[in-house]
């Protein structure tokens, strides 16, 4: 995409409207006002009664008609989960290998396989969505909202659905959905990121209250607070990594896992002042879940996590069979207490015959 393109999306945002060209026909679509928004959840609520009360099923009840023709399972929330993770892990190695244009044009290749994949086993639960009271309240909630911010252009009066239905207007619409990835775009360019640093870091800068600004807007703030932090950060990443969405997701990915992880060592520290345990030579925390174990495990220093690792695999050879005393590195230290017991024994006795 070329700047006109965004530049295009960024005034439609600043403007909060949609502007349609429809042969002779050109309409402004406008974003809610707060009053409009208010109105229409009596709408959905009229909407919702009246599905429920003609006995469409609620969206709870869908669940089970999506296992019984197996179109979706709680498995795929799991799986979902599992692609999340790596999707994650993903971007991190592509801040970490950022340099390394081969492996990341792959990583960025198989990124976009991923996501593909976490959309479409999302979108199996959501399948028959439009089917319960809450897709016929939303969807008739938002026709109504469409009727009522649908305008002329060339004299602002409320247009009368003469030559286009609200249906088909709906679907029109819905597909000139400005997409997240535009607005970080824009976010972070000329030329709003010149009017952002013109002292007006608030909503303010649309010239409308607070409460009526529109989703995009809220979104372009959103993206431009979080590109300010950055480039504060004490450790804020290069330009290149900043204008590629993939490395900076792995940036900040890497500065929240750090900022966790000090956090609890934090903990930790605090723990271990306990006059009870300050002088262990191990501390054993319990975990919540698997990932409080992961937590837990990465607190340990490199020599640490080798002995838990020999340990384990000591143990597992033994088929568990084996006393705390048999550790290899339980011997060793017992070993070494000795050899030292031994040695101040002997310095003592010198000191006796003087």
């Not at 959905?44 to 006995?55: L, R």
């Not at 016929?136 to 009368?160: G, I, M, P, Q």
């Not at 709003?192 to 409460?211: E, T, V």
């Not at 804020?236 to 956090?263: A, F, H, Y």
């Amino acid at each position: 995409m070329d700047d006109v393109y965004y530049e295009k999306i960024l005034y439609r945002i600043l403007q909060g409207r949609l502007r349609l060209r429809l042969g002779d026909l050109v309409l402004f679509v406008e974003e809610p006002t707060a009053d409009i928004i208010e109105e229409s959840f009596e709408i959905y609520d009229k909407a919702y009664k009246e599905a429920y009360y003609n006995k469409v099923p609620i969206k709870e009840e869908l669940l089970d008609i999506l296992i019984d023709n197996n179109m979706w399972s709680p498995l795929d929330d799991k799986t979902a989960e599992k692609i999340e993770k790596e999707i994650e892990e993903m971007k991190l190695q592509a801040f970490e290998k950022f340099y390394d244009t081969r492996f990341l044009n792959s990583i960025k290749m198989n990124l976009r396989k991923k996501e593909e994949d976490l959309y479409k086993t999302k979108k199996k639960k959501l399948a028959l969505d439009h089917t319960s009271c809450e897709g016929v309240a939303s969807f008739s909630r938002s026709l109504w909202v469409l009727n009522h911010t649908t305008f002329y252009a060339k004299n602002h009066k409320a247009y009368d659905w003469q030559h286009l239905t609200v249906h088909n207007l709906f679907d029109l619409y819905m597909s000139k959905q400005i997409k997240y990835e535009s607005i970080r775009y824009i976010s972070r360019k000329d030329p709003w990121r010149s009017m952002w640093s013109l002292g007006k870091k608030s909503c303010g800068i649309f010239n409308r209250d607070l409460m009526d600004t529109t989703k995009d807007q809220h979104t372009l703030c959103h993206y431009s607070i979080m590109y300010d932090n950055i480039y504060e950060h004490p450790n804020s990443p290069n330009d290149k990594v900043i204008n590629d969405d993939d490395c900076l997701d792995g940036w900040m990915i890497k500065q929240r896992r750090e900022t966790e992880k000090n956090k609890k060592q934090q903990e930790v520290d605090a723990l271990t002042k306990n006059s009870k345990i300050a002088n262990s030579q191990e501390v054993f925390l319990m975990a919540r879940d698997q990932e409080s174990a992961n937590e837990i495990y990465n607190l340990n220093n490199p020599h640490a996590k080798n002995l838990v690792k020999q340990r384990e695999q000591q143990i597992k050879n033994s088929e568990g069979n084996l006393n705390f005393k048999e550790l290899i590195d339980i011997k060793q230290d017992i070993a070494v207490q000795s050899h030292q017991q031994a040695l101040q024994g002997a310095k003592t006795k010198g000191r006796g015959r003087r």
